[in-house]
């Protein structure tokens, strides 16, 4: 009989966010496009595509991107669901595999004439015909160097994956800022936005704590969230509790904790650094407000997403809201057909 925890309880992250949330008003129909045109690929076994599709990816664009258009929003939509296509088919594979698949992925994206045949260029190719409808250049080469900085990351994530090895605090937070894909998530909201910051705005210290602040509140939450699932998948290597517990030589509970306080220390970062960003001219300066909020719009939307969706909690999400108790769920073991994908 194991003797480690069988529940541990979550630090109250919605109490300690200031930031407001909204839900995008073309959801259910831009939703409903992007999931079929998704589905119509195949890519996933039975088994994965219900996952899919009790995930909400299209839930989550309605919170990250409530200020979207309807053909913005649609995009968005397709991103996330054309993410979790990619994420699906490399997360079994070893780091030479997932690297291939990261190659497609950004090819596709990058170059017009790219074509190799594969359902996941096909797929990646069309959604970029739709994003460039509506993006900015800078945006639009910023997004592609997200895109390069992402697959390898994804990569690394599975050549630690193969070693078992678990990385220190430090180097965790730098390659989850990017295998997690919120960094390349962010850099969609300028094309939500419709407006395209130049680089000096975007590469100026203050601007980069306040978008990697929230970056950072978004993976440290999604890890605290998604580690029940995780660990009962034996996938617990990528996840910033488990980095805690090896690194800081915490107990569940106490890594549980640390992401708590962590994550209130992170939001007092983010509020110093808006106080101290400078003036580029009214037109830039509204500019900035409008990205600002874009990142405070993701952290709290995703919050409010974890506890819509049945992705971390199942069933009882309403209940782990209301009472922050999580109960472990058994190891369990996968069947023939999820091993093959």
């Avoid at 909204?22 to 496009?33: D, G, L, M, R």
């Avoid at 990646?124 to 993006?135: I, P, V």
């Avoid at 962590?262 to 007092?268: A, R, S, T, Y």
Wanted: charged share 25%; net charge negative.
């Amino acid at each position: 009989m194991s003797s480690g925890p069988s529940s541990f309880i979550l630090p109250d992250l919605h109490v300690v966010t200031p930031f407001k949330g909204s839900f995008n008003p073309h959801y259910a129909e831009a939703a409903a496009e992007s999931s079929a045109w998704a589905n119509s690929y195949n890519v996933f076994s039975d088994a994965k595509r219900a996952f899919f599709l009790q995930a909400g990816s299209e839930l989550l664009c309605a919170h990250a991107y409530p200020y979207a258009d309807y053909q913005r929003f649609r995009t968005t939509c397709d991103f996330v669901n054309l993410l979790f296509a990619v994420d699906e088919i490399s997360d079994d594979q070893d780091g030479k595999g997932a690297h291939a698949t990261g190659l497609t992925f950004y090819r596709a994206m990058s170059d017009p004439s790219f074509d190799d045949g594969s359902v996941l260029c096909t797929m990646t190719k069309e959604f970029t015909a739709r994003l460039l409808k509506h993006c900015g250049p800078l945006t639009y080469r910023r997004f592609i160097k997200h895109c390069r900085d992402y697959i390898e990351a994804v990569a690394t994530e599975a050549e630690l994956r193969e070693r078992g090895e678990v990385l220190n605090l430090d180097a965790y937070q730098l390659l989850r800022r990017e295998n997690s894909a919120v960094r390349f998530c962010f850099g969609l909201a300028g094309y939500a936005l419709g407006i395209d910051l130049p680089d000096e705005v975007v590469e100026h210290p203050a601007f980069m704590t306040m978008h990697l602040s929230t970056v950072d509140m978004v993976c440290w939450s999604n890890d605290l969230y998604s580690y029940n699932m995780e660990q009962a998948m034996g996938h617990t290597g990528n996840n910033v509790m488990t980095v805690l517990m090896k690194d800081k030589n915490l107990d569940l509970q106490g890594a549980a904790d640390y992401v708590g306080v962590h994550f209130k220390g992170l939001i007092d970062t983010f509020h110093a650094a808006k106080r101290t960003l400078p003036s580029w001219g009214p037109k830039i300066d509204d500019e900035v407000a409008q990205y600002a909020m874009a990142m405070q719009t993701w952290v709290i939307g995703n919050l409010n997403w974890s506890f819509e969706t049945q992705r971390y909690f199942g069933h009882a999400r309403h209940e782990i809201r209301r009472t922050r108790v999580v109960h472990l769920t058994p190891r369990r073991v996968l069947d023939e057909s999820e091993e093959e994908d």
